[in-house]
T-cell receptor
Framework: EAGVAQSPRYKIIEKRQSVAFWCNPI?????LYWYQQILGQGPKLLIQ????????DSQLPKDRFSAERLKGVDSTLKIQPAKLEDSAVYLC??????????????FGPGTRLTVT | DAKTTQPTSMDCAEGRAANLPCNHS???????VYWYRQIHSQGPQYIIH???NNETNEMASLIITEDRKSSTLILPHATLRDTAVYYC????????????FGQGTILTVHP
């Protein structure tokens, strides 16, 4: 089966510019996650969707970050305006279940964002 | 979710078993132990998970102590491709799936 697809793989922008990342989850996966991974740290959840509804966005900086998941499939994460501290790898993951006793999250390769 | 503590780094010789410890002394009864790993420039990859019984799959074995306050991930025959950051994560089965990653253990497998 095809994995989680993300694009672009790399992006360099200047501070105060805007940027968007795209994610296509594994077919049939209802749950989609966006994580931010700063160099040297573990990934941190930004937002979680169940189908096209938001389950958890408690750590999303809503003044500059936004995300949507149209039709419960693909998702886009946007940053506007970007700050230097947004430099990180943005990881998308999907899973077939949101909870229950066990599940597995499948991660994409990530988008490396550099803000100069 | 309970907090986990892992060594910052470990080394292992190729072909030997790699034993990665994790402490989760505040784990509660409905929380599972998950292990993920992240190879350089890739997204994290699921390895194994367990509640209280020891578990084994094609990648690794998970040994959970009887009091569930600690666990060990065992890679039986480490290869150079197993060099990665290994994350031990505790998550409630009733949660909505959020994984809280710590710093993890950098495992380096030497020839």
């Amino acid at each position: 089966e095809a994995g989680v697809a993300q694009s672009p793989r790399y992006k360099i922008i200047e501070k105060r510019q805007s940027v968007a990342f795209w994610c296509n989850p594994i077919s049939g996966h209802a749950t989609l996650y966006w994580y931010q991974q700063i160099l040297g740290q573990g990934p941190k959840l930004l937002i979680q969707f169940q189908n096209n509804g938001v389950v958890d966005d408690s750590q999303l900086p809503k003044d500059r970050f936004s995300a949507e998941r149209l039709k419960g499939v693909d998702s886009t994460l946007k940053i506007q305006p970007a700050k230097l501290e947004d430099s990180a790898v943005y990881l998308c993951a999907s899973s077939s279940l949101a909870g229950g006793d066990s599940y597995e999250q499948y991660f994409g390769p990530g988008t490396r964002l550099t803000v100069t | 979710d309970a907090k986990t503590t892992q060594p910052t780094s470990m080394d292992c010789a190729e072909g030997r078993a790699a034993n990665l410890p994790c402490n989760h002394s505040t784990i509660s009864g409905n929380e599972y132990v998950y292990w993920y790993r992240q190879i350089h420039s890739q997204g994290p990859q699921y390895i194994i998970h367990g509640l209280k019984n020891n578990e084994t799959n094609e990648m690794a074995s998970l040994i959970i102590t009887e009091d569930r306050k600690s666990s060990t991930l065992i890679l039986p025959h480490a290869t150079l491709r197993d060099t990665a950051v290994y994350y031990c994560i505790v998550r409630a089965g009733t949660s909505y799936g959020k994984l809280t990653f710590g710093q993890g253990t950098i495992l380096t497998v030497h020839p």
